[in-house]
Every structure is written in structure tokens, then in C-alpha cells.
């Protein structure tokens, strides 16, 4: 495999005292997207958590472009260059948009790159966040992540709520952030249009990683990927609405 910039190795993950995530190793590469899939509750969050330093890491280590950060707090693994585009994360909503990039700006970050990405957010750029629409909030979150000047970004479930289309915009821009450098990985419960953006995937059930290959292994089979979300025989006391969406997303395309 190519050389990781993000390289976990056997980590385990604990809310309080309840362990949720168990020995997980996934490696994210450059310039890429890797994607990490699961059914709800299968600790994508926790795992994401855990590496960002937000919730305790009760086993193993976590390199970041060489950097054992695994000790570190939160704010020193962002310094390292770890960007965390965290599920429901919101806007100021009474600042502008151009001050919530300002704010969000460190060292050289450069506000024409993320409206370079994002024009939709240069045309509204005077405007108060709170009246942008909610792919357009989610546009920003994404915008102030790539100020920070992240080497990776973790991005979780920046659809929640969201149509197909606008997804799909976002897809595009998570592809482009790939080529200004920075490797990304996502949380996402569109699978499919994660797939396709992706290079390599992991999938999650009950907090240890089931699958681990090239999106394209996965990309096109619901089946396949039901099986990985929920095991052979899937368990009605575990179901939620994730395969639905699986299926219903399959019949949309
Ligand atoms: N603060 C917490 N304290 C205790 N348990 C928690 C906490 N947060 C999450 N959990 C539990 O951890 C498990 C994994 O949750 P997590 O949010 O990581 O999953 P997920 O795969 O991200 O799911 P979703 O798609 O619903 O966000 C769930 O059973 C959840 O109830």
C-alpha cells in the first residue's frame, strides 16, 4: 500500500468507561479520499472522535505525517494538521460569511482558494451565515475547515439532511480538496456517492472494521455492502434505516 498520512494502528475507543471502538487499524492516504462506512451506531463517530482527541483512546497509536499524536490534546493534533469537519457542526450564524472564513483563518490560509472552491460563497460572501441555505452552511463548515490548512481532514456526515443534489456538490468539493493537497477522510451515509469519490473504504459494525479495500470493490453492490453494514444475517433488534437509504439512494441514480 502507498505511504500514509494518516496511519491508526490498533485503536480502541471508550465514551466514559463503555468501550465502543475496538483495535482499529486504517491507514488514509495522500491526496486522496478514503471512506469509512457503517450502519448507525457502529462507531464511525466514536473512531473519528478518538482521532481527533475528543473522546479516550484506551489503546494503540496514531501517526500524522510521521507525528505519534495518539498523546496529544485535541488542539495540538489540529496544530499537526489534523482538520475535524464534525457531524452537525454549525456556523456563526450572525457573522457574514467572509467573517466566518476570517475567523476560521490561520497562518497563510487563503480566503480565494476556499471561493475558488466554493463561488457560491464569494456571491453570498456579505451575507449573514444564518440566512445561507443548508448546503451552503455545510459548504462554509468545509470552507473554514480548509483555512485551518488541514494535511487531513476528517469530514463526518456533511449530508445529514441534505437532497442527493447537494451532495453531490459537496462530493465534487471534498474530490477538489484532494488536489489542493489535503487527504480526506469520510463519514458518510451515502455511500454510494461516497464510493465514487473514494479510493479505499473501511466499513464499520459494532466497532470493529469488517471490510477494509478499493472503493470499487464495494461501489455498485448493495448487497454486498448490506451484508458488511449488517453481517449475513442481519439482526432485527440491530435495524435501522441504513439499508433503506442503500437501497432507495441504488434507486435514484
Ligand atoms: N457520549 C456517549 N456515551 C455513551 N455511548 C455513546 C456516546 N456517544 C455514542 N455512544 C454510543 O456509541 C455507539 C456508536 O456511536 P457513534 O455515534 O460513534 O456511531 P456512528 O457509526 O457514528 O453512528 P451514526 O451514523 O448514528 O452517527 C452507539 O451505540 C452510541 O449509542
Redesign the pocket.
Known sequence: MAEQILDVRDISVA??D?P??YDVTLGVQPEAVTVLL????????????GIAGL?KTTSGTIGLAGQAIAGLPTYRRAHAGLGYAE?ARTVFRSLTVEQNLLVARTGNGDLGTAYRLFPELERRRALGAGHLSGGEQQMLVLARALLGEPKVLLI??MSLGLAPVVVRRLMSAVRELTSLGIAVLL?E?FAHLALEIGSRAYV?RK?RVVFEGPCADLAGDDDLLKQYYFGTAEDPAEH?D?AEKVAAEGEAR
Open positions: 465514551r466514559g463503555v465502543i471502538v457503517g450502519a448507525n451506531g457502529a462507531g464511525k463517530t466514536t473512531l473519528l472522535d473522546a457531524q463526518d456526515e463519514v451515509q464499520l466497532g435501522d441504513t
